[in-house]
């Protein structure tokens, strides 16, 4: 049976970050950080549609292979 996927929603900077990080150590699990935060803070430039798909595309691929490294419960940033 595939883990549970928790995934935490909300505006930016309500500590989705921290609460995921945090229920993932309690639980003594993985979670997976958001792709684009990362990715946003590194393009230099004004975003596009393009790299929205970008992201969305890799947040779906990241999540997956995180799933496959877990048992129980994933906290999805």
Same mark, same amino acid.
């Given at each position: 049976?595939?883990? /549970? ?5 909300? +505006? &930016?900077?309500?500590? *989705?970050?921290? $609460? ?5 150590? /309690? ?5 997976? +950080? &958001?792709?684009?935060? *990362?990715?946003? $803070? ?36």
């Amino acid at each position: 049976m595939p883990p /549970y996927k928790i995934v935490l929603l909300g +505006p &930016e900077s309500t500590a *989705k970050t921290t $609460l995921a990080r945090q229920l993932a150590k /309690y639980y003594k699990t993985n979670w997976l +950080p &958001e792709f684009g935060r *990362k990715f946003l $803070l590194n393009i230099n430039r004004p975003y596009n549609y393009e790299d929205v798909v970008y992201i969305a595309k890799m947040q779906y691929l990241r999540e997956k292979l995180y799933q496959k490294k877990t048992k129980n419960i994933l906290f999805v940033d």
